[in-house]
């Protein structure tokens, strides 16, 4: 019995010990980006948003495999203009010249080793006529469905099993 318990817990802690894939995000002064929300109580929660966004697609990732990636600059899709009735600014998206876009460096490491390296202009001109895999109602729907397309052809290609 004793055994038992003892291979069991052994066990339990080869595979804690075991490698597992990290995204890690890191914003390069935001206080500099082009279009974020100027309230601190509003810009912070977007910036955990979007770190939250690429580590959940981090866990496509292989265990051996870490992925650092560096914001440099966010312009969110349409423009804040001021709420004629007080209090927030509102986000206003006309489809013109008002796209998201994001600026990122990347590194993609595989036991260790540089595998993919870069920097990454991301925009999306057609945000307000394309269909967009997110509700209306969700947060930054068009700057997450340009992250999931660089995901998709940058990272994805990457992510073989037995490279």
Same mark, same amino acid.
């Given at each position: $019995?004793?055994?038992? *318990?003892? =291979?069991?817990?052994? %066990?339990?802690?080869?595979?804690?010990?075991?490698?597992?894939?990290?995204? #890690?995000?890191?914003?390069?002064? @935001?206080? *500099?980006?082009?279009? $974020?929300?100027?309230?601190?109580?509003? /810009?912070? @929660? %977007?910036?955990?948003?979007? =770190?939250?966004?690429?580590?959940?697609?981090?866990? #496509?990732? &292989? %265990?051996?495999?870490?992925?650092?990636?560096?914001?440099?600059?966010?312009?969110?899709?349409? &423009?804040?203009?001021?709420?004629?009735?007080?209090?927030?600014?509102?986000?206003? $998206?006309?489809?013109?010249?008002? +796209? @998201? /876009? $994001?600026?990122?460096?990347?590194?993609? #490491?595989?036991?260790? &080793?540089?595998?993919?390296?870069?920097? =990454?202009?991301?925009?999306?001109?057609?945000?307000? #006529? /394309?269909?967009?895999?997110? @509700?209306?109602? %969700? /947060? +930054?729907?068009?700057?997450?469905?340009?992250?999931?397309? +660089? +995901?998709?052809?940058?990272?994805? !290609?990457?992510?073989? !099993?037995? &490279?």
């Amino acid at each position: $019995m004793f055994r038992g *318990k003892f =291979a069991l817990l052994s %066990a339990c802690l080869l595979l804690a010990g075991s490698a597992s894939a990290a995204v #890690t995000v890191n914003y390069v002064q @935001p206080d *500099k980006f082009s279009d $974020m929300p100027r309230a601190p109580y509003q /810009r912070q @929660p %977007a910036l955990d948003d979007f =770190a939250e966004h690429f580590r959940q697609l981090g866990e #496509t990732l &292989r %265990a051996d495999q870490d992925l650092t990636i560096d914001v440099l600059d966010i312009n969110l899709a349409g &423009r804040e203009e001021p709420n004629r009735f007080g209090g927030d600014e509102i986000r206003v $998206m006309h489809g013109g010249a008002d +796209w @998201p /876009r $994001m600026q990122l460096r990347y590194t993609l #490491t595989d036991h260790g &080793r540089t595998v993919a390296s870069g920097e =990454a202009q991301l925009a999306d001109q057609n945000y307000a #006529t /394309r269909i967009n895999s997110y @509700p209306g109602d %969700a /947060r +930054w729907p068009h700057e997450k469905q340009m992250i999931d397309d +660089w +995901w998709r052809k940058t990272i994805v !290609p990457l992510v073989k !099993p037995g &490279r």
